[in-house]
């Protein structure tokens, strides 16, 4: 009966044990990422280009080139003396999901490099890490963006996103439709804005993209943009400029085989 007695003591105080280290642990959970989702380190050449394409050709020299390891993050792959930035977005933490055929090339001034930016560096670095889900990181960001952690660029600016074809939602969450789309554009920064406040038109343009609202409400996403799409000759000319990268793209993915696409 002693022994027995004893046994069952040390069976119990190991128990405990047990649950006191669990409740000492991160409750982050993992990313149970699959197949189906899990990022791939792209070519670095074919990721440099499309990420360049992103910017009208007189800054590209000039401008600094992020690439994505996906077990790490973004890094510095190009340092660049203009101030602009250029990076492929892999992961939109609005839409809390992760999937592997997102793909749009972006370009930042100085100014949204050190704001929005940011919180797609620490977005990327979260995912890569695996120890969180989408939609955990999307409360992460939530939350900082509501404790003044991540801010709204401070003074107006242009992005570029004059790419000749890339992968997107056209829509806000929750609808995680994603369509491969040719609609080169400007984006000019509109914090806290709604369409509605510049009277915007998606079939003509501008109009006002702010997907940060549908999570934090209306007009209380700092990430918004006023998006004015380029003249139907301009895309005409992007296209065929950037042929041999629409080959490669191709080549590599057949999701960036596209079509116009009418916003």
Same mark, same amino acid.
């Given at each position: 009966?002693?022994?027995?007695?004893?046994?069952?003591?040390?069976?119990?105080?190991?128990?405990?044990?047990?649950?006191?280290?669990?409740?000492?642990?991160?409750?982050?959970?993992?990313?149970?990422?699959?197949?189906?989702?899990?990022?791939?380190?792209?070519?670095?050449?074919?990721?440099?280009?499309?990420?360049?394409?992103?910017?009208?050709?007189?800054?590209?020299?000039?401008?600094?080139?992020?690439?994505?390891?996906?077990?790490?993050?973004?890094?510095?792959?190009?340092?660049?003396?203009?101030?602009?930035?250029?990076?492929?977005?892999?992961?939109?933490?609005?839409?809390?999901?992760?999937?592997?055929?997102?793909?749009?090339?972006?370009?930042?001034?100085?100014?949204?490099?050190?704001?929005?930016?940011?919180?797609?560096?620490?977005?990327?670095?979260?995912?890569?890490?695996?120890?969180?889900? #989408? !939609?955990? /990181?999307? +409360?992460?960001?939530?939350?900082?963006? &509501?404790?003044?952690? *991540? =801010?709204?660029?401070?003074?107006?600016?242009?992005?570029?996103?004059?790419?000749?074809?890339?992968?997107?939602?056209?829509?806000?969450?929750?609808?995680?439709?994603?369509?491969?789309?040719?609609?080169?554009?400007?984006?000019?920064?509109?914090?806290?804005?709604?369409?509605?406040?510049?009277?915007?038109?998606?079939?003509?343009?501008?109009?006002?993209?702010?997907?940060?609202?549908?999570?934090?409400?209306?007009?209380?996403?700092?990430?918004?943009?006023?998006?004015?799409?380029?003249?139907?000759?301009?895309? #005409? !000319?992007? /296209?065929? +400029?950037?042929?041999?990268?629409?080959? &490669?793209?191709?080549? *590599? =993915?057949?999701?960036?085989?596209?079509?116009?696409?009418?916003?």
């Amino acid at each position: 009966m002693n022994n027995s007695f004893i046994s069952l003591k040390k069976c119990i105080g190991s128990l405990l044990f047990f649950i006191a280290l669990t409740l000492l642990l991160p409750t982050t959970g993992f990313s149970q990422e699959t197949a189906a989702t899990k990022l791939e380190k792209w070519p670095s050449d074919l990721e440099r280009d499309f990420a360049l394409s992103a910017l009208p050709p007189h800054l590209r020299a000039g401008a600094t080139v992020y690439l994505l390891e996906p077990a790490k993050g973004y890094y510095i792959a190009k340092k660049g003396t203009n101030g602009f930035i250029c990076y492929i977005e892999r992961t939109s933490w609005e839409w809390g999901e992760f999937r592997k055929d997102l793909a749009a090339p972006i370009s930042y001034d100085a100014e949204v490099a050190k704001t929005i930016f940011r919180v797609t560096m620490d977005v990327a670095a979260m995912r890569a890490s695996g120890k969180l889900t #989408a !939609k955990q /990181i999307r +409360d992460i960001v939530t939350d900082r963006i &509501r404790k003044g952690i *991540y =801010k709204a660029p401070a003074r107006s600016g242009l992005s570029y996103m004059l790419a000749p074809v890339m992968r997107v939602y056209p829509n806000y969450p929750p609808d995680n439709k994603i369509v491969t789309a040719q609609m080169s554009h400007y984006m000019f920064y509109a914090p806290y804005l709604n369409n509605n406040d510049i009277g915007g038109d998606t079939t003509k343009g501008p109009f006002v993209n702010n997907p940060g609202n549908a999570i934090l409400g209306d007009r209380k996403g700092p990430y918004g943009f006023m998006i004015m799409p380029t003249g139907k000759a301009e895309q #005409a !000319k992007i /296209i065929k +400029d950037e042929a041999k990268l629409l080959e &490669r793209l191709a080549a *590599y =993915k057949s999701y960036f085989k596209a079509s116009p696409m009418d916003m």
